[in-house]
């Protein structure tokens, strides 16, 4: 287990990061996701941490808190010292009746982040994550409550959730110009079947030195090996979470395409789709985490040994093509326009590179 920094601070987090949506399964999509309870979800977590994650992500909405409840309750009964784990939470989505009862209001977030810390019975959160993005609630409100848990010694760093980059950066901005703690991550949605976020976010990320987390690795179990275009038709085997929650949206086409590229490179390695999946985002120099969620032992310990699988560059050459993003404005521009300085930049670095 590699151990990396978040973002631009001193903090070291494990390569793979326990989710919990699994965790409670109250009602509605969460039944459907997931409904581990105290001890079997008690039993993921020991053996995450016994496998070397230092990183456990969690959310107040996640089965309306219960999963917060369950974490920590786990951490207590497994007597987990405080400074060996990093816990992560978010704030944003409706945690009550009333209309301030969401958002990221300086209420909200003052009242979100003391109902997530007795849930948890922490005294603080390593990282505070902010869940979507508000349009009712301008961000410089938002990044001040933020600063406040810092400052106030409830909060140690504080992150971002499914924001466009324009927002995020518009958001390190105002904290840089009022001296306020800023983003440290974007946890977002990245896999072989999803590279969206390669457009825009992550060249904002390598710019401002903001690191990624990442949800759903497998697309919602789709790269799991459950589906195929040769399974077209049939029924989802038992237990496929995308029976009752077909998320997040997945161009099928392609995803079987990248399946089927998968497949021999699995065989090749002797391991399943899944971890050639999750060892491909292990391979993306910007990400910092990957978050996986799991039901059994089982499969929590298919995913930990992804971080063992290492992809050649032929392999993840083939990966990169079948799974690859097609052109888009601007940035088949910005590759023709600036194609003669990207050369002059690496002979600057390569002087041998002029020999003969």
Known sequence: ????????????????????????????IWRQIGALQQADAEKLIGQAIDAG???????????????????????????MPRDKVVVATKVFG???????????????????????LKRLQLDHIDLYQVHGFDPATPIEETMRALDQLVRHGHVRYVG??????????????????????????????????????????????????????????????????KYGREKQGQPPEEGSRRIAFDFPPVNKEKAWNCIEAMRPIADAHGVSVARVALAWLLHQPQVTSVIIGAKRPDQLADNITATQVT??????????????????????????????????????????????
Request: one cysteine or more.
């Open 1 to 28: 287990m590699r151990y990396n920094p978040l973002g631009r601070t001193g903090l070291f987090v494990s390569e793979l990061c326990l989710g919990t949506m699994t965790f409670g399964g109250s009602d509605g």
């Open 53 to 79: 994650m230092n990183f456990i992500d969690t959310a107040d909405v996640y089965s309306d808190g219960l999963a917060e409840q369950i974490t920590g309750q786990a951490l207590k009964n497994l007597k």
């Open 94 to 116: 409706a945690t009550g009746d009333g209309p301030n009862a969401r958002g990221l209001s300086r209420s909200h977030i003052l009242n979100g982040v003391k109902a997530s």
């Open 160 to 225: 971002v959730s499914n924001w466009a980059a324009w927002q995020i950066v518009k958001a390190l901005g105002i904290a840089e110009r009022l001296g306020l703690s800023r983003f440290e991550s974007l946890q977002a949605y990245y896999s072989v079947a999803g590279r969206d976020l390669e457009r825009e976010l992550i060249p904002m990320l390598r710019s401002e030195g903001v690191g990624l987390m990442v949800w759903s690795p497998l697309a919602g179990g789709f790269l799991s090996g």
């Open 311 to 356: 992809l050649s560059a032929a392999e993840l050459k083939q990966i990169g093509e079948v799974s690859s993003l097609p052109p888009e404005y601007p940035g088949w521009m910005f590759e023709r326009q600036g194609e003669y300085r990207r050369k002059q930049i690496a002979e600057a670095r390569n002087p041998n590179s002029h020999a003969g």
